[in-house]
């Protein structure tokens, strides 16, 4: 004889079997519930793209062209807001559709229903904004030694904009001669050589040069108006990045909290102890 207890509290099945030596009692710990889990990333998801559609469309609404308004941080902040929202109830409804009560249980389908969520919106990120990332960080190098392969990359680029700027008329002398001022860390040379032999206008020129040249490690050669400009690219990335790091972080506390109120919801049918010939009549 089988006769099974499905605990609400604990969240456990504990399976006990009679026989001649006595009762045997096996529990069944949870594992997770993936339905519950896509449930909450579906609800999330779609709770998130609402919010910015409307964001979207209210800010949008609100700026008037003709006066040279342009989209603001409220913005920013909307869509920060939008991705706790949707975390927050993502995590919850993870946690109530698997109907434990526990909210260990309900706090642990919340995280995994959070991050699901961001690998999700990260994959995406990735694909749209991959190619872009690549080309501002890849040829960063820490040492000297790799700076000449990393500016031969950087400037395979920039010669290859030269190429569609002019019709693709330079000769490969020429590119090999640019390159070698380049590497050289030679900027007056490169900008002469640019203007004489590839017809680029003198401030054409030098915004070119100088990019080559911060990109390829040789930064303190180019002009300090450049250097000034990079300096705030870079800071403009940093603040973005620590930025997206704190909205995640708080994403994650969202789901957490969403997980466990969930889970104090839920409610769980209950079997009192009953013999399986009752519960399965023949």
């Not at 989209?71 to 706790?84: D, E, F, P, R, V």
């Not at 993870?94 to 995994?112: F, I, P, Q």
């Not at 904004?129 to 190098?141: D, E, L, P, Q, R």
């Not at 969930?262 to 010939?277: E, H, I, K, P, Q």
């Amino acid at each position: 004889m089988a006769t099974t207890h499905l605990d609400s509290g604990g969240g456990y099945t504990d399976q006990s079997f009679a026989s001649n030596a006595g009762i045997i009692r096996r529990p069944l710990f949870p594992t997770i519930r993936w339905g519950a889990v896509f449930a909450g990333v579906a609800v999330g998801v779609s709770v998130q793209l609402v919010l910015t559609l409307l964001g979207i469309a209210s800010g949008l609404s609100a700026i008037d062209v003709a006066q040279g308004e342009s989209i603001g941080a409220g913005t920013l902040l909307w869509a920060g807001a939008s991705m706790l929202i949707s975390a927050f109830v993502g995590g919850y409804v993870a946690a109530r559709m698997t109907g434990l009560k526990r909210k260990v249980d309900g706090v642990l389908h919340g995280v995994v229903a959070w991050a699901v969520t961001t690998l999700l919106f990260a994959s995406l990120a990735t694909s749209a904004s991959g190619s872009m990332v690549s080309g501002i960080f890849g040829n960063i190098t820490p040492n000297n030694s790799a700076t000449a392969g990393a500016s031969g990359g950087t400037l395979g680029g920039v010669l290859g904009m030269l190429r569609s700027q002019i019709g693709g008329n330079v000769s490969p002398a020429a590119m090999k001669t640019l390159q070698d001022h380049i590497q050289a860390g030679r900027r007056d040379d490169a900008i002469r050589h640019m203007m004489g032999s590839m017809g680029v206008d003198k401030e054409r020129a030098e915004t070119i040069v100088d990019q080559a040249l911060i990109l390829s490690g040789s930064a303190e050669q180019a002009s300090p108006q450049s250097r000034a400009a990079a300096d705030r690219a870079i800071g403009v990335a940093s603040t973005a990045a620590w930025t997206a790091f704190l909205t995640v972080a708080l994403s994650l506390a969202m789901g957490i909290a969403g997980g466990a109120m969930g889970a104090v919801g839920a409610r769980r049918t209950t079997w009192s102890d009953v013999d399986d010939m009752a519960r399965h009549p023949m």
